[in-house]
Nanobody, 119 residues
């Protein structure tokens, strides 16, 4: 069974950068297309970036395109999200999980990591 643990969040000024990490347990991480999701207060959780199992394809929400970069290291069983040019509207709890668009069911959600961008 795969477990997920996000880290790397924090408080940053507008225009700043952060790098999030998602450490996965279990040997099957490498087979999953993965995504980064975020949930702001009072809003639904949304998918902001995804990457296929072999890193051949990445996709981004329009709101983060050109500013965020998703990557993964299957040997380390870790998913990354490099965030640059951060905006106050990026403030949210960020989670990693499978990308359901490929037909997988969600793994149990981790605790997430809080990203707060001040103006």
């Amino acid at each position: 069974q795969v477990q997920l643990a996000e880290s790397g969040g924090g408080l940053v000024q507008s225009g700043g950068s952060l790098r999030l990490s998602c450490a996965a347990s279990g040997s099957i991480f490498k087979f999953y297309p993965m995504g980064w999701y975020r949930q702001a207060p009072g809003k639904q959780r949304e998918l902001v970036a995804s990457i296929t199992s072999g890193s051949s394809t990445t996709n981004y929400a329009d709101s983060v395109k050109g500013r965020f970069t998703v990557s993964r290291d299957n040997a380390k069983k870790t998913l990354y999200l490099q965030m640059t040019s951060l905006k106050p509207e990026d403030t949210a709890v960020y989670y990693c999980n499978v990308d359901k668009a490929y037909g997988y069911e969600y793994i149990a959600w981790g605790q997430g990591t809080q990203v707060t961008v001040s103006s």
